[in-house]
């Protein structure tokens, strides 16, 4: 089943709009680009559209042979004209951490052989071309390797999409952590901006199949340890199906 859950636009923007002028049409097709599943909706100004899809024989994502399905959505009119388009790439896979078998993915364990680095690169800094990120993933993936921390801020969405066609897995991570209490730099978030950051990332990404777990922070960033509730329970409120995690330099975080 293939939950897509979308909101056309924010509630100004819809202003006098009528429920069911609009209809959002979603078609989902298999990794060969054939049909496997579409469903509609009538758009209900600034409210979340959610619609389940039911796949029959999915094919699963995986390192070995990452499978990937192809979401279309079309905005249409009362007349069934299309007013826009947008199309995502996504996976369905099962992933398990266990303290004794550790990963698992679709039942199989998975031994993570992986690299950590900022998004930064060389000469360009952070203006990163899609290009150079695509080299930085083929090169990891040339050498064995098959998963990447995004040290230490949100990754630009391509890495991402290319971790997805190669079949690489993510270590999703926010930086900011905490509020102005223990950052490693000086911050004017407070801690409610930071949550707020860390849900906009997990919404943004949680179509992604190559990103196995979220991370709220790095090292001095995880000073305030009394964080890790909100955090985690953010994480969970929009996604429920990853684990969550922190690289703190002290001890005794809740």
């Not at 959610?50 to 796949?55: K, L, N, Y």
């Not at 994502?61 to 905005?75: D, E, G, I, N, R």
């Not at 066609?165 to 993510?170: E, N, P």
């Not at 490693?184 to 990103?211: C, F, Q, W």
Request: charged fraction near 20%.
């Amino acid at each position: 089943v293939f939950t897509v859950k979308s909101q056309v636009s924010s509630p100004g923007e819809t202003e006098g709009l009528e429920e069911g002028a609009l209809t959002l049409s979603v078609t989902v097709t298999d990794p060969d680009g054939q049909r496997a599943g579409s469903s509609s909706a009538a758009v209900i100004p600034g409210k979340e559209i959610a619609m389940d899809i039911v796949v029959g024989n999915t094919q699963l994502w995986s390192v070995q042979t990452p499978k990937l399905y192809t979401v279309f959505f079309h905005l249409l009119s009362e007349t069934g004209e299309s007013l826009d388009t947008l199309n995502i790439s996504t996976g369905s896979r099962r992933v398990q951490f266990s303290p004794s078998v550790g990963l698992r993915i679709n039942d199989e364990r998975v031994k993570l052989r992986g690299f950590c680095d900022h998004s930064s690169f060389a000469i360009v800094g952070g203006a990163v071309p899609d290009r150079i990120n695509l080299f930085r993933a083929q090169t990891l993936r040339s050498v064995g390797g098959n998963s990447w921390r995004m040290a230490h801020n949100p990754p630009i969405p391509i890495r991402l999409d290319f971790m997805d066609a190669l079949g690489m897995l993510a270590v999703d991570e926010n930086r900011d952590y905490g509020g102005r209490t223990g950052q490693g730099g000086n911050t004017e978030e407070s801690i409610n901006d930071e949550i707020n950051d860390m849900a906009d990332l997990v919404k943004r990404d949680r179509s992604h199949p190559s990103v196995i777990i979220w991370s709220f922070c790095n090292e001095v960033g995880c000073n305030n340890g009394s964080s890790a509730k909100p955090f985690r329970e953010v994480s969970k409120r929009y996604d429920p199906t990853r684990d969550v995690t922190q690289n703190p330099l002290g001890k005794n975080v809740s």
